[in-house]
């Protein structure tokens, strides 16, 4: 079956603590993309990758790192994580970043306190 | 940078009625997607609009593309009960030889019996 798999779905640490939230897809896409979804605010992007090796800031980038080593993984790593990155997160892909439709996983909650 | 105005915020009908909801923006794009997300999981995707002046549907689900590329609209016609959740459109633009995804804040739909 076609996915979007995030790991873990719910997480609640303190300031400080670093954290690291997978997320792998199986359908052999080149684009991926994290976002981070608050109330009022819709889904906000925070990086995006448009292939191996090649990531790039999104709307909202500050506090969060990438990487993208195999096509299928695109790990969302906060190195210092503060309250204010309490959010639910979404990653996401595509066949491509142009024209082709993003797939979703189910979301990770995270909680900062 | 873009931004998407999606309206209404919210909508509480009763089971039968017909829905619209709408997004504008003051820039172009080139592809409109609409999405359902359900309590718990990811957005899903629905429709998907590649030209200016598409219309495109999906069972009940109508989505059309402007004219203008600068605004979509989404209509659900004979509304049930399943069809409650928060809808999102985007709209996909091309940059940095890939695309960005922007979406609107989301229209909460409740669908009464």
């Known amino acids: 079956e076609a996915q979007v798999t995030q790991n873990p779905r719910y997480l609640i640490t303190v300031t400080g603590k670093k954290l690291t939230v997978t997320c792998s897809q199986n359908m052999n896409h080149e684009y991926m993309s994290w976002y981070r979804q608050d109330p009022g605010l819709g889904l906000r992007q925070i990086y995006y990758s448009m292939n191996v090796e090649v990531t790039d800031k999104g709307d909202v980038p500050e506090g969060y790192k990438v990487s993208r080593k195999e096509k299928r993984n695109f790990p969302l790593i906060l190195e210092s994580p503060s309250p204010n990155q309490t959010s639910l997160y979404f990653c996401?892909?595509?066949?491509?970043?142009?024209?082709?439709?993003?797939?979703f996983g189910d979301g990770t909650r995270l909680s900062i306190l | 940078g873009q931004q998407l105005n999606q309206s209404p915020q919210s909508m509480f009908i009763q089971e039968g009625e017909d829905v619209s909801m709408n997004c504008t923006s003051s820039?172009?794009?080139?592809?409109w997607l609409w999405y359902k997300q359900d309590p718990g999981e990811g957005p899903v995707l629905l429709i998907a609009?590649?030209?200016?002046?598409e219309l495109t549907s999906n069972g009940r689900l109508t989505a059309q593309f402007g004219i203008t590329r600068k605004d979509s609209f989404l209509n659900i016609s004979a509304s049930i009960p399943s069809d409650v959740g928060i809808y999102f459109c985007?709209?996909?633009?091309?940059?940095?030889?890939?695309?960005?995804?922007?979406f609107g804040q989301g229209t909460e739909l409740s669908v009464k019996p």
């Open positions: 996401a892909s595509s066949l491509s970043g142009r024209d082709q439709p993003q797939h």
């Open positions: 609009l590649y030209k200016a002046g």
């Open positions: 820039s172009i794009f080139n592809t």
């Open positions: 985007a709209g996909n633009y091309y940059y940095n030889q890939g695309g960005k995804l922007i």
